[in-house]
Nanobody
Framework: VQLVESGGGSVQAGGSLRLSCAASGYTASSYYSPYCMGWFRQAPGKQREGVAT???????SYADSVKGRFTISKDTAKNTLYLQMDSLKPEDTAMYSC???????????????????WGQGTQVTVS
């Protein structure tokens, strides 16, 4: 499974960005077809943290720090995951990565350790 993020950049506080994650290397029926996908971020000097996740049926989970501001979604036909980020704050500055895992989870975890496949990341800077 390959994951490629795009859409990062620099924005002023209060602005918006939309991140995309293109997934490939699997078919819908293959073992590696993701059940959970998510967005994670890591700021300099801090541990990687979960931002939002979505499962195969479309159920979502969000970190408290982004609830009401960020929206995770996916286009199954395009094998693409999105993160719409609104009302951005300086503390949202980080490297954002998407991740995927094929194993079933009752509720897709925000813990990075639960995910097998990772993209390279895209930088988001809010000033």
């Amino acid at each position: 499974v390959q994951l490629v993020e795009s859409g990062g950049g620099s924005v002023q506080a209060g602005g918006s960005l939309r991140l995309s994650c293109a997934a490939s290397g699997y078919t819908a029926s293959s073992y590696y077809s993701p059940y959970c996908m998510g967005w994670f971020r890591q700021a300099p000097g801090k541990q990687r943290e979960g931002v939002a996740t979505i499962d195969k049926e479309g159920s979502t989970s969000y970190a408290d720090s982004v609830k009401g501001r960020f929206t995770i979604s996916k286009d199954t036909a395009k094998n693409t995951l999105y993160l719409q980020m609104d009302s951005l704050k300086p503390e949202d500055t980080a490297m954002y990565s998407c991740a995927a895992d094929p194993l079933f989870q009752v509720r897709c975890s925000l813990r990075p350790a639960e995910y097998t496949f990772w993209g390279q990341g895209t930088q988001v800077t809010v000033s």
